[in-house]
């Protein structure tokens, strides 16, 4: 009966803290300069690029580690004390195991993601800014177009 309630005690808490790990998007900027997601699919179009901005998003994680370190750290508390004592000591180390866990998997890469803003000024006089994960080649002056989203040489 012990072990079913730390059990269920390891599992709760591995499942509440496993929804703590959290995935952001990086937002991007439209023409008019309000945050808008990633959504620039909506045209296509020929010009030149103004500029090219780098920003780094945030590490992210996939939930692993709150769990390894979650079980890790039930592992440790149930060594501790009996009766309810261990029940408590075994919930609060999975709590402080998954904590720990998820911030180690975090650390890992530190810088997150980068990604490049490419301000594109149109033939048609429009200003676009196109956020995307890779610009190869891509260089200041260029000429180009944007096709789903993406900018490519032209």
Same mark, same amino acid.
Not at 79 to 92: C, D, I, K, L
């Given at each position: 009966?012990?072990?079913?309630?730390?059990?269920?005690?390891?599992?709760?808490?591995?499942?509440?803290?496993?929804?703590?790990?959290?995935?952001?998007?990086?937002?991007?900027?439209?023409?008019?300069?309000?945050?808008?997601?990633?959504?620039?699919?909506?045209?296509?179009?020929? $010009?030149?690029?103004?500029?090219? +901005? =780098?920003?780094? @998003?945030?590490? *992210? !994680?996939?939930?692993?580690? %709150?769990?390894?370190?979650?079980?890790? $750290?039930?592992?440790?508390?149930? +060594? =501790?004390?009996? @009766?309810?004592? *261990? !029940?408590?000591?075994?919930? %609060?180390?999975?709590?402080?195991?998954?904590?720990?866990?998820?911030?180690?998997?975090?650390?890992?890469?530190?810088?997150?993601?980068?990604?490049?803003?490419?301000?594109?000024?149109?033939?048609?006089?429009?200003?676009?800014?196109?956020?995307?994960?890779?610009?190869?080649?891509?260089?200041?002056?260029?000429?180009?177009?944007?096709?789903?989203?993406?900018?490519?040489?032209?």
């Amino acid at each position: 009966m012990k072990a079913t309630r730390t059990l269920a005690a390891l599992v709760a808490a591995s499942a509440l803290l496993g929804g703590c790990a959290s995935q952001s998007s990086q937002p991007s900027y439209a023409n008019d300069g309000y945050r808008s997601g990633y959504d620039n699919t909506a045209s296509t179009g020929y $010009g030149t690029i103004e500029s090219i +901005q =780098v920003s780094t @998003g945030e590490a *992210r !994680t996939s939930g692993a580690g %709150a769990i390894v370190g979650g079980l890790v $750290g039930a592992l440790a508390g149930n +060594q =501790v004390g009996s @009766g309810g004592g *261990r !029940t408590a000591a075994t919930v %609060a180390g999975g709590v402080a195991g998954a904590a720990i866990g998820n911030r180690v998997e975090a650390n890992r890469n530190p810088e997150g993601q980068q990604m490049y803003s490419v301000n594109v000024r149109l033939d048609n006089g429009e200003y676009r800014t196109v956020v995307q994960d890779n610009v190869y080649d891509l260089r200041v002056g260029n000429r180009v177009r944007i096709v789903d989203g993406r900018v490519y040489r032209y």
